[in-house]
């Protein structure tokens, strides 16, 4: 929904909807621990299967909060639901709708902490950047959550909450009566690419991606969803064993003493390392390619000679790199690289035989760009000069 200028929705206008205190919530939980739940409520054993697929239905497929409303179960068990449970999702404190049709959510979870959420609209699809964390421990220099420390991981039912909550932003979950594979897929598209690093809260990305993913819910095939690592080595097989999905490198750099100053994981797990782990992914094919994410940093990255390297490093892997302007925030300590020199590099990756996007920079009068994902306020109490400082430039 383009607009002219940013819209901002205050808090005071958006319900809350965290879950009360004394109730668990049914949202974030795997069929199996819904299932058992719903048996330590008090569901007969026999029933307990029927009744979690009934359920999984109503909240993930329709997007029905109420319990009342699940006109399927009997009014008794209604009740006990009610009484028992809570279905909440993360609190949108925050809205904000880019002049290009890009909204950024602040979201409010337990214990008070935000994390942001950013809907990308294009042609033929929409794509929704989900955060996994509260802050991030990997501090790479360029990024906008670099300086804001680890507080704490986000739950499952946190991470599939943001999804949840775009689609009613969206009003995109189906009409009453209607087939949900009649409707059209606004949000067809995840990319954990927001704040944190996906594959340090593994068993949270895990399981709400797999709820995402479940037929009989919301419904995205694993090829829609791509998470995106700054190079966690030892949990990139798993990533393709117990998810499947798509995923993507934040490579940025051709040598190791670069990356180690972009990306300080790399001082832990180097370019060699990491690039052996990728070509053993056991996803990794022509038709399911790895993607390299590369920002684009006027005189730091963005050489000739670095082109050519980069072409060098991923042989044998099957490929596409994401070339990313650099999304210039208060105080950032790097420059974007110009249209032309992105342009060149581009050619050498292309002529060397990989796909090589340009990604069009998206929401920046919102600074919503993937991967940069923080509120401002801690970032701009920070001078560039302290920010060059910690990043040993």
Known sequence: MPVSAPITQDVR???RRLPEAGRPNLVGLTRDQMRAALVAAGTPERQANMRTGQIWQWIYQKGVRDFAAMTNLAKPFRAMLAESFAIALPE??????????????????????????????????GTLCISSQVGCTLTCSFCHTGTQKLVRNLTAAEIVGQIMLARD??????????????ETR?????????????????????????IAMDPEGISLSRRRITLSTSGVVPEIARTADEIGCHLA???????????DRLVPINRKWNIATLLDALRAYPKASNSERITFEYVMLKGV????????????????????????????????????????????????????????????????????ACGQLKSETERERKSRAQIAREAGI
Not at 170 to 178: D, H, I, K, S, T
Not at 321 to 337: D, K, M, Q, T, V
């Open 249 to 259: 490198v934040s490579f940025h750099a051709t040598t190791d003493a670069v990356r």
């Open 13 to 15: 206008t958006i319900p």
């Open 169 to 182: 932003d969206l009003g995109e979950w189906p009409a009453p009566g209607r087939n949900p594979k009649d």
């Open 92 to 125: 949108v404190v925050r809205r904000e709708v880019s002049a290009d049709g890009t909204r950024k959510y602040l979201v409010r979870i337990a214990g008070g902490h935000e994390v942001e959420t950013v809907y990308i609209p294009e042609e033929g699809r």
């Open 301 to 368: 990255n963005d050489s000739d000679e670095d082109a050519r390297r980069l072409v060098k490093l991923i042989a044998g892997i099957p490929a596409k790199i994401n070339l990313i302007p650099f999304n210039e925030w208060p105080g950032a300590p790097y420059e974007r690289s110009s249209n032309t020199r992105i342009r060149a590099f581009a050619d050498i990756v292309y002529n060397a035989g990989y796909a090589s996007p340009i990604r069009t920079p998206r929401g920046e009068d919102i600074m919503a």
């Open 186 to 210: 606004l949000l067809s598209n995840i990319v954990l690419m927001g704040m944190g690093e996906p594959l340090y809260n593994f068993e949270a990305v895990r399981d709400a991606m797999k």
